[in-house]
């Protein structure tokens, strides 16, 4: 901990960076929140450990960030992942920041929970960027991560097995739940369009209210918007009011794309994006 305020502090002091995007300390030691910190002499409110759950990253596409100045932000090996896909996409200019990477052992699932073998979050299980691959400084040591079943992929196998009409009756009932809140959309470092196609009316794309078909068009909508863009933070999940396990649908899609493409979505700054490039070689037998 003290290393990164020592860190922030000589970032604010210097004027290398002009604000800090980190994370503070919430309601309960079991909380964090997000926190955007401009003079040195605040960068004790800085804190990092598993409850720094947030994917920081979101906050880099809004306007009060762009073109102001250098900005700090503080960042695990996913959230990493994120940033490089938003510079791949010409989202941020790399020159425009400084990222603070953290030696990551792991994030809690839940907020509020104790950080446990059960609470780890699934996307920890697999991780292939507990030192992130991106970063400016350096921060932390890593420790042993605890382990659990990854009931996460066991659902997907489920779902793998089902016959289409079974998983078309799997997702218009998780479809169903869904309240139109777009906390999905907000949360999610990758969709920054300025105006979301759920919102266009002239013409209405998706129905606005909550009902099963403009429910289905949305997530399905959503879903293909980020293929080949996801980089499974799973912050969108863990927004969802309903409980509606988008991951799902984002692994799946990640899957594909490794499988089909052998792209992995945010681990390469100088590779072109999988939805931005064609290939006359491109495997299509996917296309049915
Ligand atoms: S996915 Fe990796 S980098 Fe992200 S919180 Fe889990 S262990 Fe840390
Ligand atoms: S779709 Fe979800 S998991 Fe993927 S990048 Fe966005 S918030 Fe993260
Ligand atoms: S967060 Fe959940 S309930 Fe809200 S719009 Fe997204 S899928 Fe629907």
């Not at 089902?162 to 479809?175: L, Q, V």
């Not at 899609?253 to 499988?259: L, S, V």
Request: one cysteine or more; a neutral charge.
């Amino acid at each position: 901990m003290n290393e990164l305020r020592e860190k922030a502090r000589e970032l604010l002091q210097s004027g290398t960076v002009k604000v800090i995007i980190g994370y503070a300390q919430g309601t309960t030691p079991l909380h964090t929140k997000p926190i955007i910190i401009r003079f040195a002499e605040d960068s004790d409110k800085l804190v990092m450990n598993k409850y720094c759950v947030n994917n920081l990253s979101v906050y880099l596409t809004r306007k009060e960030f762009k073109g102001n100045g250098t900005v700090g932000i503080v960042a695990k090996g996913c959230d990493v992942k994120s940033i490089v896909q938003l510079i791949q996409e010409n989202q941020v200019n790399k020159d425009d920041l400084y990222i603070i990477g953290v030696n990551c052992n792991g994030a809690v699932s839940e907020l509020g929970k104790e950080f446990s073998a059960e609470t780890v979050a699934t996307k920890c299980l697999h991780c292939m960027v507990r030192t992130p691959h991106l970063y400016h400084t350096l921060i932390g040591t890593q420790e042993e991560l605890p382990k659990r079943a990854d009931t996460n992929f066991e659902m997907l196998q489920k779902l793998e097995a089902m016959t289409p009409d079974e998983k078309w009756n799997f997702w218009e009932a998780e479809f169903e739940k869904c309240v139109k809140c777009y906390a999905c959309r907000q949360a999610c470092p990758l969709c920054y369009c300025e105006r979301c196609i759920a919102d266009k009316s002239v013409p209405r794309w998706i129905e606005s209210s909550a009902h099963t078909r403009g429910n289905i068009a949305w997530n399905i909508i959503r879903a293909f918007h980020l293929s080949g863009r996801c980089i499974g933070c799973n912050e969108c999940e863990r927004a969802c009011p309903a409980g509606i396990p988008l991951s799902l649908l984002n692994r799946k899609m990640g899957m594909t794309a490794k499988k089909e493409f052998d792209y992995v979505a945010g681990m390469g700054l100088d590779t072109p994006t999988l939805v931005g490039t064609f290939d006359v070689k491109d495997n299509e037998d996917f296309i049915k």
